[in-house]
């Protein structure tokens, strides 16, 4: 949220450990989403609908900017109800205390909805004199988008049908309704609609813990949202990142006109480590969202602010890469770096078939893996990667030739990341909806922070996270590679490679 000059955000959080427990809303204030001050939480269970539990929520901004917090309670019979809270002082712009008006709850489950499956309240939004909002709910394994209106923001009316739902879906956690621009990369307030929209709505699946989205149609007079026939509900459906990210938000910044996107990156690695470091669980950099030209999906890519933390910057063009060549960046701090880089290749040619059953995108990067020869690559990045490449994540493209069409594989590759044991060390991959055509080249931006890559493959069409925790490539003992083992020469066309400093304030 964006308040008088300061962005707040709140999340999840044990003040007492690691461990998923005694959850407050943590609350740290910034002015850029770079450098972050934690303040006093903004709420603790204290009351007899919120006594067992405060979860995840929304902010608001009503006319008069008056900011309110929807969020949900578990209470005395734990049932998930939804509540709210106002600024106890709304004059000051760090917002640094709330309260929860007695005539909490606002919403309790009826009786013959699941009532331990009725959370995270969206933010609201104008339309038709009412304001309106959802929460995530299920009947059996139908996903559901639960909408309920109010006139006042006090009193609300369930509407008899969800704005969406989907069978065999499950849980439908954290759910996220907004509008997007169809003609240019400039955020809309989540009460803008008309014909100059789309509209996204995202589900955090509970049973696959990865969120989904699709892009569509809302119509406000009759509440419905329909997606578009280029986007699928559910497993198969378009993903904002494919890799480790979940319970994402968005939230509108008027100060920048743009809609930003937050996603929460949980560990890999055992309760155990999480203990011996005395923490679990970051946010991904912040990601401004536009929808793209094809109108069939969502770009992505990092808050502008994050430049304001380059340093030092190396180079290289026009480099060759042949067959099983690794060229390694030297100059910049490998461990802590952000990387942007374009590919080219003189031909198409020697792209390897494309089998029509290779649907799972991750499935396929397992088979495919960086050190399996391929025609059109692999080429890519070796990030983290100790000196003797016991330890690297490859970050890499894949190009096969389908019967009318080319299709790009991306990867983020964990599994030779490190040589502890006892990691989750998928194959983190998604195919890349980019036409190749006469412009044969492909850019890729990776952001590498000690446990973490970050990579937006094509200008942010294809996101993926990977959580990676090594053991010899640490600190001033990473090293960066560009690397090719396909056939087919490629060329670094243009790379820029900067060192990253720490933020000034790291939430402290």
């Not at 709420?43 to 901004?61: F, K, L």
Request: with cysteine; charged share 20%.
């Amino acid at each position: 949220m964006y308040y008088k000059g300061v962005y707040h955000f709140f999340y999840q959080y044990n003040p007492q450990g690691s461990v998923w427990a005694n959850i407050v809303w943590g609350h740290s204030v910034s002015m850029d989403m770079i450098n972050w001050e934690a303040l006093e939480p903004a709420m603790r269970p204290s009351e007899p609908y919120d006594i067992n539990g405060v979860w995840s929520g929304s902010a608001t901004i009503l006319p008069g900017n008056k900011p309110v917090i929807l969020y949900t309670g578990r209470d005395l019979h734990d049932r998930q109800v939804q509540n709210y809270a106002i600024p106890a002082n709304a004059s000051d712009p760090y917002l640094r205390k709330w309260v929860k008006p007695a005539n909490n709850p606002l919403l309790v489950p009826d009786n013959d909805m699941n009532a331990t499956a009725f959370r995270d309240p969206t933010t609201a939004w104008f339309s038709n004199g009412h304001w309106k909002m959802l929460v995530g709910g299920k009947r059996k394994r139908r996903g559901m988008a639960l909408l309920y209106r109010s006139k006042d923001f006090i009193h609300w009316i369930k509407a008899k049908h969800p704005l969406h739902s989907a069978p065999n879906t499950g849980m439908w956690e954290c759910p996220d309704f907004f509008p997007i621009s169809l003609f240019d990369k400039t955020g809309r307030d989540t009460s803008a609609s008309g014909d100059n929209v789309k509209h996204v709505l995202k589900v955090s699946l509970d049973e696959t813990r990865y969120d989904y989205y699709t892009v569509g149609t809302y119509f406000p007079k009759k509440d419905e949202y329909v997606p578009d026939n280029t986007s699928i509900d559910g497993w198969a459906g378009l993903r904002y990142d494919y890799g480790n990210f979940y319970a994402s938000k968005t939230f509108f910044d008027p100060s920048m006109n743009r809609r930003v996107l937050w996603g929460w990156v949980n560990e890999s690695d055992s309760a155990r480590d999480d203990a011996l470091k005395g923490w679990a669980g970051i946010q991904a950099i912040p990601r401004t969202v536009w929808l793209d030209t094809s109108r069939k999906q969502v770009v992505q890519w990092p808050i502008e602010e994050l430049v304001s933390l380059r340093r030092k910057n190396v180079r290289m063009r026009n480099r060759e890469l042949e067959l099983g060549e690794n060229v390694e960046i030297k100059g910049i701090t490998a461990a802590q770096a952000d990387v942007e880089v374009t590919f080219s290749f003189p031909s198409l040619d020697k792209a390897e078939p494309f089998d029509p059953s290779w649907v799972d995108a991750q499935q396929l990067c397992g088979q495919k893996g960086s050190k399996v020869r391929g025609g059109l690559g692999p080429f890519g990045l070796l990030t983290l990667a100790s000196e003797n490449l016991e330890e690297f994540t490859p970050v890499f493209f894949r190009i096969f030739k389908a019967t009318n069409k080319y299709i790009v594989l991306m990867c983020s590759d964990a599994r030779s990341s490190s040589l502890k044991e006892g990691l989750y060390k998928p194959s983190f991959a998604g195919f890349v909806d980019i036409h190749l055509g006469e412009n044969k080249k492909i850019s890729l931006r990776s952001l590498i922070d000690h446990s973490v890559v970050e990579s937006f493959g094509a200008g942010g069409k294809t996101c993926i996270l990977s959580r990676v925790y090594p053991t010899l490539a640490i600190s001033e003992n990473a090293h960066l590679y560009a690397f090719n083992n396909g056939t087919e020469t490629v060329s670094v066309e243009n790379l820029s490679a900067w060192s990253m400093s720490r933020p000034l304030k790291m939430n402290n």
